[in-house]
């Protein structure tokens, strides 16, 4: 027997539950759907690697490994950690100057 109380759902609750529901479909204007559609390249952890991103948007990819060179100069990674720091300054760099994240 569980000592766990089960949560009581009263017939209003559902129903604002379900009005609520409807307004969270996502995005739905051009801008909108514009911002987010990178959202899973970049976050999680299923998320692309991140030049794949920048080709599939038709982005210079050359210009982002000469980014990720001089941040990676400019820290002089000594080891793996410090490395991905660099990198993820770079990114960070990256979707600021592109406008991605705003």
């Known amino acids: 027997m569980s000592l766990r109380k089960k949560p009581v759902v009263t017939p209003g609750m559902l129903a604002a539950n379900r009005l609520n529901a409807r307004k969270s479909t996502g995005p739905r204007t051009a801008e909108g759907k514009r911002r987010t559609r990178f959202n899973s390249f970049r976050d999680g952890a299923y998320a692309r690697s991140f030049r794949e991103v ?15 060179a001089d941040y990676r100069r400019i820290f002089s990674p000594p080891g793996r950690g410090d490395a991905k720091v660099a990198e993820h300054l770079a990114r960070e760099a990256w979707l600021q100057r592109t406008g991605i994240r705003s």
């Open 54 to 68: 920048i080709l599939s948007r038709g982005d210079d990819v050359a210009l982002y490994d000469q980014l990720l």
